[in-house]
Structure formats: structure tokens, C-alpha cells
Nanobody, 131 residues
Framework: VQLQASGGGWVQSGGSLRLSCAGSSASPWTFETHAVGWFRQAPGKEREAVAAISCSGRNTYYADSAKGRFTISRDNTKNTVWLQMDRLDPDDTAVYYC??????????????????????WGQGTQVTVSS
């Protein structure tokens, strides 16, 4: 499974960006059986969870720093997850990574907050917010 994260860039404080995470595989696979998380890592800091979404998209998680400003969503017909980020702040400056975890049907509605759950990682996309 390969993940391609895109949509990062430079934006002024208060602005918006929409990150995309597209999944693909050379082997047969099903995007909808994979839970997805977005993480970020700022220079000199540990990687932290930003948001996560269940396989169906019905359940979501947001870090306190993202609540009310970020929205995670997915379209399983397009093999894509998005992270809409509004009212960005310089503290949001980081490399953002999407990650994916395959689950069995019993866990389709579960969300995974911690990076150690995830098997597949995208390459990261830089988000820079200037004051």
C-alpha cells in the first residue's frame, strides 16, 4: 500500500489549507477496510496525532489543538482522505503525515489515535503558517 499526501504549502495566519491522502496498491486491496490518521511533526518536537477517521467515516477523532478548526473526511470511492484545516496558526507549522491501518470488519467503526497502530505511512507534506 502506498500513500500520497499532498496539499501542503505556505499560508498566512488565519488561512486555510486542504490536505489530501490518496491510497493505492500494486496488489488487490480495499481502501474502505483501512482506518486513517493524520499526524504532524514540527522541528524539534515529537510526532503527534492531529485527527483520525474510521473505515466508514462515521467516527472521527481530533486532537484538542485541532478541534473546531480541522475537519477530517474520506471518500472510499476515491480512495482519498482529506484534512481541511481552517484558521491556521503558526503553531500548526509542521510536516503532516497520513497513515493507514488495515482492519477486519469487527473494527470498521474504530478510530486509532496513536501512531503505533499504523502500518502504512505517506511521505509527508510541509505546512508553513506565517504570522
Amino acid at each position: 500500500v502506498q500513500l500520497q499526501a499532498s496539499g501542503g504549502g505556505w499560508v498566512q495566519s488565519g488561512g486555510s489549507l486542504r490536505l489530501s491522502c490518496a491510497g493505492s496498491s500494486a496488489s488487490p486491496w480495499t481502501f474502505e477496510t483501512h482506518a486513517v490518521g493524520w499526524f504532524r511533526q514540527a522541528p524539534g518536537k515529537e510526532r503527534e496525532a492531529v485527527a483520525a477517521i474510521s473505515c466508514s467515516g462515521r467516527n472521527t477523532y481530533y486532537a484538542d489543538s485541532a478541534k473546531g478548526r480541522f475537519t477530517i473526511s474520506r471518500d472510499n470511492t476515491k480512495n482519498t482522505v482529506w484534512l481541511q484545516m481552517d484558521r491556521l496558526d503558526p503553531d500548526d507549522t509542521a510536516v503532516y503525515y497520513c497513515a493507514m491501518k488495515g482492519v477486519t470488519s469487527a473494527y470498521y467503526e474504530r478510530i486509532y489515535r496513536h501512531d503505533y497502530y499504523y502500518s502504512y505511512w505517506g511521505q509527508g507534506t510541509q505546512v508553513t503558517v506565517s504570522s
